[in-house]
T-cell receptor, first 117, second 114 residues
Framework: AQKVTQAQTEISVVEKEDVTLDCVYE???????LFWYKQPPSGELVFLIR??????QNEISGRYSWNFQKSTSSFNFTITASQVVDSAVYFC??????????????FGKGTKLTVNP | DSGVTQTPKHLITATGQRVTLRCSPR?????VYWYQQSLDQGLQFLIQ???????AKGNILERFSAQQFPDLHSELNLSSLELGDSALYFC?????????????FGPGTRLTVL
């Protein structure tokens, strides 16, 4: 069965520090997708990124970067020069295919990031 | 703003009651997913509909049911409510329902069962 582990329950940093959120996953599928979502204090889930299992290139989007390593089944997320607005719970998720080609997401427990001024 | 709308935002009810949560997907999206977020279980997939038909079922209790209407909005019905059903219920939508489609989430409905 698919499983996502986010070992860091809570992280607290000071503004401008870099921070890395870890995500380790388990799957027997050869084709799968990994996701990161952000849940700010307001509660909604905001999509950040989707990567497929065949693309191991790291991705950078502004202050955000993602490191996908199949060899260690990890998909880590780094925020560079963190800001107070980055304070949120971050979820890593893995696609879990169903028959008929549908998908559901399996989420990790989330990492609560607090960025202090 | 993801384009997915959910009503109501908050719902407070008593044990044994029945409630209906509503979700309108993003324009053009055919697939709707329901998730439950609770402190002890985390975020869990409940059920998916695609163009009016049930596509996949997750950890959904028998007391819960859902449907997707011809206009593609969806409703999640929760009955015989228990204290443990208190949670944040999210709806998500995607263009299709396949592995290549990203799910966009609504703001959620916070259900409190007293």
């Amino acid at each position: 069965a698919q499983k996502v582990t986010q070992a860091q329950t809570e992280i607290s940093v000071v503004e401008k520090e870099d921070v890395t959120l870890d995500c380790v996953y388990e799957t027997r599928d050869t084709t799968y997708y990994l996701f990161w979502y952000k849940q700010p204090p307001s509660g909604e889930l905001v999509f950040l990124i989707r990567r497929n299992s065949f693309d191991e290139q790291n991705e950078i989007s502004g202050r955000y970067s993602w490191n996908f390593q199949k060899s260690t089944s990890s998909f880590n997320f780094t925020i560079t020069a963190s800001q107070v607005v980055d304070s949120a719970v971050y979820f890593c998720a893995l696609s879990d295919p169903h028959q008929g080609g549908s998908e559901k997401l399996v989420f990790g427990k989330g990492t609560k990031l607090t960025v202090n001024p | 703003d993801s384009g997915v709308t959910q009503t109501p935002k908050h719902l407070i009810t008593a044990t044994g009651q029945r409630v209906t949560l509503r979700c309108s997907p993003r324009s053009g999206d055919l697939s709707v997913y329901w998730y439950q977020q609770s402190l002890d279980q985390g975020l869990q997939f409940l059920i998916q509909y695609y163009n009016g038909e049930e596509r996949a079922k997750g950890n959904i209790l028998e007391r819960f049911s859902a449907q997707q209407f011809p206009d593609l909005h969806s409703e999640l019905n929760l009955s015989s409510l228990e204290l443990g059903d208190s949670a944040l219920y999210f709806c998500a939508s995607s263009v299709g329902g396949s592995i290549t489609d990203t799910q966009y989430f609504g703001p959620g409905t916070r259900l409190t069962v007293l």
